[in-house]
């Protein structure tokens, strides 16, 4: 009996192959067209995944592993997982396949439907890199009216004992949340981003890449990923040892010019099996344990880890595949032009789509408070902003971006995920960034044509979708204070709001 061991792009993890028999069991990667362009992923994205599988690849067959790997450009490779599963299939007799439980619901899908397509055993084993397991999230969110990401997290903090005083928090908060919003000073110090050479495979890659995807939306070079567990790992060091000191209270800021400011931009290694979630969780909580940092930098960090990240793919697979198709909010704009092009007078939009355009990578208050938020005021289609997210970012995976889009991002699930709309004016981005000092328009300005369209946008949004939000009680003081707002100054509102909305495809 012959064994093939399936292992996706997002599954570069030594601890899936635990209990393989090297002798009759076939370790299987393929490059497939289909998941390359299933939406006109960044170029960077697709270099880093093939990269890193290639690399990941050549270290099991160093080791002793039986290797498949089909290439990209092999001229017998059929574009989608099932075709190279049937290939295999013939070329090493399978009688088995053994399989990860992957990270996006069609995949799953896919996988279930190989038992009777090719009468042979599948077994989709779960997939222990997470902390919590579809199972269990389902039983925790079993018959509670709200789920709510705070509580969740405090049962991750008991299960892993991380930052735990036996069974109360390190300091006696759970969330140190107020200490981690300050705006950026004028005096920072931000560390350069680790680099990584490209080496021979790497070039490889980036030459493919040009070719076939040089039409995508994105920058390819210059390309500094790690593309090895090792190098990840030295990512992770850098940022604990650099970043993670003034993580806590400048997690929230931006600054032109500055995409990774303190942030760990180690999302696109978790998120592709180069580094575990326990041990970049184990790795903050030591170094605060040492005195290196405090603890509302060790804790922002290992709540990101291990309460948001495990809790939107706990919500990911309680709710597929309805989940996909919310829109509470009725949202039915197109995405603007500016989204691709950059090209808009609005610095702070501007200033984060370059970013995502030369980095595939923003850092979270970007892609939330000012991409998320204009898409959310704009009433633009989730599933628009939802291909969005998923093409640009390195780090987007469906069982991530989803949640974070739909729930966080456009409050389309109705507040599954979130408590209230996050919903901003001008105010807040002029608070936490620079962005507002050089924009062509003001930032105080609350109508008219050199008002900040945040201003006028955020206060249409809340008349627009008065009837879905006016009874949600985070919402209350707000809609109060609506409701004392003059009727003509609402008027002016809605039209300055509609005159800017109606001409965004041609900023």
Not at 268 to 273: R, S, T
Request: hydrophobic residues 40%.
């Amino acid at each position: 009996m012959t064994t093939l061991r399936l292992i996706l792009g997002d599954q570069l993890t030594h601890s899936l192959l635990q209990g393989i028999d090297k002798q009759r069991e076939v370790i299987f990667l393929c490059e497939v067209w289909e998941e390359a362009t299933y939406v006109k992923h960044h170029p960077k994205k697709i270099a880093l995944i093939l990269s890193a599988m290639r690399h990941f690849a050549a270290e099991l067959s160093q080791t002793g592993y039986q290797v498949d790997y089909v290439h990209l450009d092999n001229p017998e490779n059929s574009g989608n997982f099932t075709g190279e599963i049937a290939r295999a299939i013939t070329r090493h007799k399978i009688t088995r396949i053994v399989c990860t439980f992957p990270g996006e619901y069609r995949v799953l899908q896919m996988m279930r439907q190989w038992q009777q397509r090719f009468g042979i055993t599948i077994e989709i084993r779960p997939d222990h890199r997470f902390i919590s397991s579809v199972d269990e999230f389902s039983s925790w969110a079993n018959n509670k009216k709200q789920l709510r990401m705070e509580f969740f997290y405090r049962q991750m903090r008991r299960k892993t004992g991380l930052l735990m005083q036996g069974d109360e928090p390190e300091g006696g908060q759970w969330n140190y949340d107020a200490e981690n919003r300050k705006p950026p000073a004028s005096n920072l110090s931000i560390p350069k981003p680790f680099t990584c050479l490209p080496d021979e495979i790497t070039q490889d890659v980036l030459n493919l890449v040009t070719q076939r995807f040089g039409h995508h939306f994105g920058d390819l070079e210059p390309f500094n990923f790690a593309v090895t567990r090792a190098d990840a790992l030295s990512v992770l060091q850098q940022f604990i040892q650099e970043r993670l000191p003034f993580f806590g209270e400048y997690q929230d800021a931006m600054l032109t010019g500055e995409p990774w400011m303190y942030h760990a931009h180690i999302g696109f290694y978790l998120n592709c099996g180069f580094l575990l979630p326990l041990e970049c969780a184990a790795a903050a909580e030591q170094a605060y344990q040492q005195g290196k940092v405090p603890l509302n930098a060790a804790e922002g960090f290992i709540r990101q880890i291990i309460g948001w990240r495990e809790f939107v793919r706990g919500i990911y697979w309680l709710k597929m595949p309805e989940y996909k198709s919310q829109n509470y909010l009725q949202a039915s704009r197109k995405l603007p032009i500016l989204y691709w092009s950059g090209q808009t007078k609005m610095n702070c939009l501007k200033q984060c789509v370059k970013d995502t355009k030369e980095h595939a990578y923003a850092h979270h208050i970007q892609r939330l408070m000012v991409l998320g938020n204009f898409a959310l005021l704009a009433g633009i289609h989730p599933d628009e902003v939802n291909e969005w997210y998923l093409s640009v970012y390195a780090d987007a995976y469906e069982w991530v971006e989803l949640p974070n889009v739909t729930g966080m991002v456009m409050f389309a699930d109705g507040g599954l995920l979130a408590s209230k709309p996050y919903a901003a004016s001008g105010a807040y981005i002029n608070k936490m960034s620079d962005y507002c000092q050089s924009c062509s328009y003001k930032v105080k300005e609350k109508t008219g044509s050199d008002a900040c369209p945040f201003n006028y946008l955020y206060w249409d949004f809340l008349i627009r979708n008065k009837a879905q939000l006016k009874h949600n009680p985070r919402m209350a003081m707000i809609y109060n204070t609506l409701s004392k707002m003059p009727e003509a100054q609402q008027q002016t509102i809605v039209n300055d709001a509609r005159r800017f909305l109606d001409e965004l495809g041609s900023k």
